[in-house]
């Protein structure tokens, strides 16, 4: 089994989504670690705000195959793949990490960079995974977060209840 950490965002009919995301991840992988969930700004448009955590499972798919799985899991749920890369998300799910692998596979550029850039993947990644280390850099993720430029990004917690247990609040 390899460990995978994914982003999970979105900016329309938010909490349906989110809810239907960790649904399904759990169907599929099992027992998953997760995040607050945290409120933001869009980020390269204007917007409705997005909603944002990181949850981590366990698989023994490939990259490749857990990719397509994501793919088809965003389409499923009428992501638009035919717009501008900065724009409005049914749902928007990225592979973070895949246990250590460095480098582009299958292609997946892993880790994705979107973690030392973006607040909304950087803060709940340092929530469930804030001891281990990044696999290209020499710091662990609560360290990454301690240098982060807080105000470079705003966000804020949400309540938000999945499976019956209160995941997050505001």
């Known amino acids: 089994m390899t460990s995978v950490f994914v982003s999970i965002g979105t ?17 599929a992988f099992g027992p998953l670690d997760v995040s607050q969930v945290y409120e933001s700004e869009a980020v390269g448009f204007d917007g409705d705000h997005f909603l944002n955590l990181v949850a981590r499972f366990d698989t023994n798919k490939t ?10 899991l965003e389409d499923e749920y009428g992501r638009c793949r035919n717009v ?5 998300r049914t749902l928007d ?33 340092s929530e469930i995974a804030g001891e281990e280390q990044h696999p290209a850099y020499a710091a662990c993720y609560s360290e990454m977060w301690s240098g982060y430029d807080k105000k470079a990004q705003k966000l804020w917690s ?12 505001s």
């Open 158 to 169: 949400v309540d938000f209840e999945w499976q019956g247990k209160k995941i997050s609040r």
């Open 84 to 88: 501008e890369k900065f724009s409005a």
């Open 11 to 27: 900016n329309i009919r938010r909490y349906f989504h989110v809810t239907a995301a960790l649904d399904r991840l759990y169907e």
């Open 93 to 125: 799910i990225d592979i973070l990490t895949y246990d250590h692998v460095i480098g582009l596979v299958d292609g997946v550029e892993l880790p994705r960079d979107e973690i030392s850039k973006n607040a909304f993947v950087l803060l709940p990644l």
């Open 63 to 72: 990259i490749g195959e857990l990719s397509k799985w994501l793919k088809a």
